[in-house]
């Protein structure tokens, strides 16, 4: 079924990576600049993020002895400092996700590359060390990123859906390892309700959101894949939600075979794999110039 | 799971508030200023809140001896007055919503101030006291509303989405108890359709929308939080629905351990808790003046 | 539950009148007068309604010995003369539906009547006498709509959503009586997809769709109430549809206790009720004249 | 149930047409000419398609012996020729879906055929030869397409929503055989969400997309008709997804009593019937040229 199934690490079947974007209010703010401050409510529901569920978060992963990967926009780690230590000193893997959630597919490269800059200084600053992973804000992965991020020295990517496992972009001047999501395991489809962000939608109980995402990683367990989630603090990380896909985690762990890992130890073992000649990732041609030029 | 808890009155593991708003036809009328007369069927779907379920509501509760919270449009208490006299006889409480439902998130803070000044107008001339309780229309709470909402007595606010606990605003004379909603809570995305709103989204059947209620239900009596619910007496209040909730606040009740009260009486205690040094609470420090300055 | 419940015949528990709408193409030429032509695919959807299931549901419905209510524009009763012959010789009672399915809220009362008049010129041409119901399409009754009807001859409309039972609208020359519906029972929020008419959506599975419809029964059938479907021919009328919705009126009959009714026979009933003093309708005081005069 | 049924082959009750629309990024770029090259991850969500399921879809039917149609767009053809040598080496069968996924119902006579032409080019470049079938993009069949299919000597469309079974349109220079489908059995409504393409909807599990998808087969099971679906590799071809629906498709089989068979092959086995006299087609009329005059 999966095409260039990798090997995994202890004869695990599949892998599992639990990936979470802390965005709070920064998607907001890029989108209302000028307005934010009136949305209070919006932004109490986005806060609540790193304000609330991140503790929580922390606390249920140390109870499992698990650590994860959070995406984090640098003005979040600015504002929230907290939240970030918190990850930090219990272990997780702290990823970049724009400086203000920057859509940078409407911006140029030159903009583009200010953001990163923005946001590889925030995260140095708080984190000490520069990022090895990269999520673009909104999936908004421009045709400058891969170089972008290439020369600014991470190590992969996860923001596009264009396989199944983990693949290669090359770029100028060297490579990125792509671990692919999809809308389908991001909880903002079953979960969002925003008129700000203009999405009136209606919103899932808990046991139907987990139905779709156990049927992505059935399938991840049945033919040998990677299962990366793209879950927000601000909506899976409420009671009710977070309660849900811990314990369809704690089945997963204990039906066994399955490694869950974060994407950074992922990125090693991927690296590992094709050092050792035991595995040769698919590449998929980034940046590809093919615009139609039918006019 | 949940930070800071706070002790329930008589052992109770968690605290339920089922609050309703009555906008009836405000927040068309204030959408639609000029050509509301023309939207006949819209109004009357809309009015079906007040003249049809308010009645119904006020019944069933009187059967199950409970008091619950409505919030209500100034406006809508001068156009609906039997509707507001009816809950009150029945021991109801009732807090503001606004005059014309307005969204306070786009208006000035002087038309903010007029419209808060309208509202209680029309709320004093009906009920003969000042309320105690505001929720923003829309959840549209502006960075102006917290002082206003202060200097004008208020003593609590239910508008906003960053906890699952009470909390504290403080404002520049004085404070605000803050009970968080959501909209995973709010019946709006299960059960609305309407072109002049602009919510064409498919309607669930009353057992779905029970399941998320239930699940939010369930993690508030599990670690100890509030549940608040917002519903629309037009949406809920028809009776397929009221059937399907009326049965979950009764499997609630029958279960026990569940504090079934009015927001104004958790306030109460919530205060008594404070006072006795049994509970400080969290401050979410509104308002937030940090808009991003990165231009 | 339910206010002022009517005594229903033969000591039924409840009434259901399921109605349909045949739209055909009449909303979709009134929204792209210009570019209809071009919108094939969409207008086969539509046509898919007069051409495929309307002798469809007179076939299941003859096998029932069932009649039942079809809402019909003027334009479509001219461009489907069959359809309407056929549902005609089989004793389904016809109601106007508008001339193009108009919007009636955006236009003049002018054009209002002029739509009418050519609804009904087109109504009587085929069907030999005036129509006694009125749906206003796509529910939009116009402030002038009341007297209009009253004015034109109508005796009843259904396309408010004001209350659970039949209910009377007074005008100036006469009174009509209202049959209520809701979104709720209209199978459109549950069916509907499609890009020609703004309505990006997911697509119910049948048994879902009646799940909602089937929780609308209960209650009619528990409080005594009257359910009043808003099915269209060209989405209900789909053979996998239809056979649930079918399914669903076989137990509805076998159980026993509702009367099941196409609007007219109701409407007589009403009627006979009032006069015999066995019933007093509410009124809704339409038109309300009541828009904030808040400027 | 079904009017005008066709005798299948075999004694088969019913008939299954799977099939497929590979449009890769054709529909992107069309709708986003300038931009396209900077929705990266949008661009791999849909070369997911041809690049991730196509292959894995020609493997998993080699496995069932079964060849389904593919509907692709001439650009696709081009940039994705393994894919398009793929299918043809193992059977399948492909049909064309314009050059760019053209909207036809928004461009010129003069447009549209020049799209065509530049689609039957793009085709018979890698086939060698011309396609007898056609779906529209986005079922934008126009007022011109008719003609301009079967000046084109195109034998079968399958695009529109007039019918459940197949049916005959004529046009000036001969016919179309049309195989009616639905956005009921597209993948489209259950599962797409994309900001880029204006979709912002929920996203069904694998196993609710099919509870839809079963009705509709059971339908056409019990009543003798003509199941065809519209799905996407991008969408469907995901490993939880397409394991539901092999999963499916493997009940089918195994129940017997449906022909599965792609397009083609229904065509020839319909032509065959009429031939012999064996059964008279419906026909829908097109193109209707009757655009309301009523200004």
Redesign the interface.
């Known amino acids: ?3 260039n199934p990798i090997p995994w690490p202890d004869d695990a079947r599949c892998c599992v990576s639990i990936t979470w974007d802390i965005d709070a209010e920064s998607g907001l ?1 890029y989108r209302h ?1 000028e ?11 986005l ?2 993020g790193p ?2 569920a991140i ?2 978060l922390v ?2 992963l140390r109870e499992r002895e698990m650590v994860q990967t959070f995406f984090v926009p640098g ?1 979040v780690i600015e ?1 929230y400092p907290a939240a970030i230590d918190l990850l930090l000193e219990n272990g997780h893997e702290i990823g970049l996700h724009g ?2 959630h920057e859509r ?3 911006i140029s490269a030159e903009e583009e590359a200010t953001a990163l800059e ?1 946001g590889l200084a925030a995260y140095v600053a708080r984190v000490g060390e520069r990022p090895r992973g990269w999520r ?1 804000p ?6 400058h ?1 891969a170089d972008l991020l290439i020369d600014a020295g991470f190590r992969y990517d996860s ?6 496992m983990p693949c290669v972009f090359n770029g100028r001047n060297g490579r990125l390892i792509e671990f ?1 999501i ?3 395991s991001d909880d903002w ?3 969002m ?3 700000d962000f ?11 959101a987990v ?2 995402y156990e ?2 990683f ?3 367990w ?2 040998g ?1 990677h299962w990366v989630t793209v879950w927000h603090p601000f909506l899976s990380g ?7 896909i811990l314990d369809l985690v704690d089945r997963i762990r204990e039906r066994g075979g399955a490694w869950l890992a974060p994407l950074g130890a992922v990125y090693d073992h991927v690296e590992a794999m094709i050092a050792a000649g035991r595995w040769t990732p698919t590449e ?1 041609g ?7 030029d ?2």
Chains 1, 2, 3, 4 share one sequence.
């Open positions: 079924m999966l095409a703010a600049r307005g934010m401050e009136q949305l209070v409510a919006t932004r109490t529901q806060r609540y304000r609330i503790p929580r606390e249920v003005w504002r400086y203000l940078m597919c409407e923005r673009a909104g999936f908004t992965f421009s045709k990123s923001s596009l859906m264009g396989d199944d692919p999809d809308w389908t489809p079953h979960y309700h925003s008129r203009g999405f009136m939608m209606p919103i899932s109980a808990p046991k139907r139905e779709v049927a992505e059935e399938a991840a049945r033919y894949g409420r009671p009710a939600r977070l309660t849900a998929d980034l940046p590809f110039h093919d615009r139609p039918i006019d």
